[in-house]
């Protein structure tokens, strides 16, 4: 299939700049695959589409005060700077703007100066590699001098704020390594999680720390050719054991997010059990790929030709899909990150 049959038409001014005040007043367009229709709703109402013996799966990454702007030295130029994966001690690979024009040992200094770090590569490739210099430890500096990591299509002239910190986590964000929210997750509520489990089904966690390759463009035409960069994630056995009893017991297996999805795809064995694991998530699921241990998809609108949305037509269908998501263009749905979602059944 061509990357172009995943485009769609989507006015900017859709695209969510703000979260809402209420996390889980979002709305939510419920999709039945098998009915090849859906109905309109509100997040809150979640529950009332989970049964006994459901299982939800949620990712409890949390993301990092990844974005560091700065200064070159001793020019003074504006420097960006995205930490994308740690290499080795205090040595990051990052997207660096203009990193085209930073030639190897250029040196750029944050914040009070407390932090600087110099380019150990030539220009050339997309990502660049950095060493950085400061003093104590490395988490508490990034705290201090670091930003919200937001995507580049939340787009406000003042910039991220304070309240990005809290609002683009999740509730239950608490494993460090993200450099972008799991965003199917950040319409819950403790109200919403209470009331799912009034209904009879689990809830357990999984880590999968969102990384570059989640939203990376994709480069190929043909989308079998696509390949998404690995991901850390954790499956740990309480979680496998729960899920994979749930299904025994008749349950469904409901993911939250599509980087649920993949790690939980990543983690079925021969026998269509969940095995515990600790490694790279190196799965690229595209049309054509059969789903072996998600049968439900909570999920945000996702930008056209991105892994995501190719990740969410082969759970749905390409065509039921698109139709879904040019009736919440109709509808004046709010898309990306800070928008509402869909609920795939």
């Not at 944050?110 to 490739?125: E, I, K, Q, T, Y």
């Not at 054991?241 to 469904?252: C, F, K, V, Y």
Request: proline fraction near 6%; include cysteine; hydrophobic fraction near 40%.
């Amino acid at each position: 299939m061509h990357i172009s049959e995943f485009d769609y038409e989507l006015p900017q001014e859709l695209i969510a700049q703000q979260p809402l005040k209420q996390r889980d007043a979002s709305r939510m367009l419920v999709v039945d695959r098998e009915k090849k229709a859906w109905v309109e709703t509100d997040f809150a109402s979640l529950p009332d589409y989970v049964r006994e013996n459901d299982v939800l799966v949620i990712n409890n990454t949390r993301v990092s005060p990844a974005r560091l702007v700065g200064q070159r030295e001793p020019s003074g130029g504006r420097v960006e700077v995205l930490l994308v994966r740690e290499l080795g001690p205090s040595v990051w690979e990052a997207l660096v703007k203009p990193g085209a024009r930073l030639r190897q040992g250029a040196r750029v200094k944050f914040g009070d100066s407390r932090l600087r770090a110099d380019v150990l590569d030539a220009p050339g490739n997309s990502l660049r590699h950095l060493r950085f210099h400061y003093e104590g430890p490395w988490d508490g500096v990034l705290e201090e001098v670091g930003e919200t990591p937001l995507p580049p299509y939340i787009s406000r002239p003042a910039g991220t704020t304070p309240g990005d910190r809290e609002r683009y986590q999740t509730i239950f964000a608490r494993q460090k390594g993200a450099i972008a929210a799991p965003t199917a997750g950040l319409h819950f509520t403790t109200q919403v999680f209470d009331r799912v489990l009034a209904r009879g089904a689990q809830i357990t966690e999984i880590t999968l720390h969102v990384g570059y390759g989640t939203f990376e463009p994709v480069r190929v035409n043909d989308v079998a050719q696509h390949r998404v960069a690995s991901e850390e994630f954790e499956l740990c056995e309480k979680a496998a054991s729960t899920i994979n009893d749930a299904r025994a017991g008749g349950g469904r297996v409901i993911a939250v997010g599509t980087t649920t999805s993949r790690a939980l795809e990543s983690s079925v064995n021969a026998k269509g059990q969940l095995e515990p694991a600790r490694a790279k998530a190196d799965l690229t699921i595209v049309p054509g790929y059969k789903f072996r241990m998600v049968d439900a998809l909570l999920t945000n609108f996702h930008l056209p030709r991105s892994s995501l949305l190719l990740l969410v037509c082969a759970f749905a269908g390409r065509d039921l899909v698109l139709q879904a998501y040019r009736h919440a263009v109709y509808r004046d749905y709010r898309f990306y990150s800070y928008g509402d979602c869909m609920l795939l059944i």
